[in-house]
């Protein structure tokens, strides 16, 4: 997969790798990546992805 793009739906930074650095993604920011997830490491929340765009919502709660 070519570019990607990463949306914040959040209402706090959200903090994610890219090739073994920490990246910020800033609240209500969207951020696009050129050689795609390859070197991507997400942690865990809800998110919702469709085709190129991945929609990063808040952390999952638990129960």
Do not use: Q
């Not at 914040?8 to 920490?22: A, I, L, N, T, V």
Request: glycine content about 6%; proline content about 2%; charged content about 35%.
């Amino acid at each position: 997969m070519d570019k990607v793009t990463i949306r914040s739906d959040r209402k706090d930074d959200y903090k994610f790798m890219y090739k073994g650095e920490d990246v910020i993604l800033g609240a209500g920011k969207i951020i696009s990546i050129a050689d795609g997830l390859e070197h991507v490491v997400l942690p865990t929340c809800a998110m919702k992805i469709m085709n190129n765009l991945i929609v990063i919502k808040d952390d999952v709660k638990k129960s």
